[in-house]
């Protein structure tokens, strides 16, 4: 059985301004669901509510979360079942910890600890294509450039075992080269882990290259749902055309001598 996360009707509010209103989004394992829009529609603040991860001031006021079926919590989902990769990775990371002491931090919350989870979190780099171990894990953040941050987050993903990744504008701070190599690592970790991957993005061409279904929100609401190909070639909802129009516009005018 395929495995699933679901999210039906979240809506999120900022006192009595509603900034997401009635989402539904189904992801499934092996597949890549992207959610684009334009700046300001509520995607990322749609991807932080999944997993009860809001700003001040902004609340939920709806919204059922199901694993395989069953209703779950967020707090049942983070780091566990669903991983959040942010833009800004350094964010993420305590800046006065190292790597080593976040990953043993993961591993503990499994009851991993000792030879075995060294190895394991060596293995792990070198999945993610951090071969110089060692050195990574006694660097603090602040160290190592954005690119090897993206993929230090997908390693805690993998060591906490979760199966769904919530990945918000991974690739919009990296340049091209680390851009290219982070899409490789997500693509391939897609095929051979069958993970489940929202990702946050309003870039088309890595909607193109990556996903498998896509959802375009504008105003806070899902406003089309299809897959890829569809998009990309009968796109019914005026905001999707208009992301494709602009896509279109920046590929022509990048590749004219």
Known sequence: MTRTLSIQGLCLKHQQRTLVDQLDLTLKAGEVHALVGASGSGKSLSCLGI???LPPGVHSQGGTLRLDGHVVQPAQLRGREAALVLQNPRSAFNPVRSLRQHALETLGSRGLRGGHADQLILDTLNEVGLNDGPRVLDSFAFQLSGGMLQRFMIALA?????????ADEPTSDLDVVAQARFLDLLERLVAERNLGVLLITHDMGVVARCADQVSVMAHGRIVEQADVHTL????????????LAAHHALTLETCTP
């Open 51 to 53: 997993l009860d991860l």
């Open 158 to 166: 993998l060591l906490a075992d979760s199966h769904f990744l919530l």
């Open 232 to 243: 990309f070639n009968t796109p019914q909802s005026e905001e999707a055309r208009t992301l």
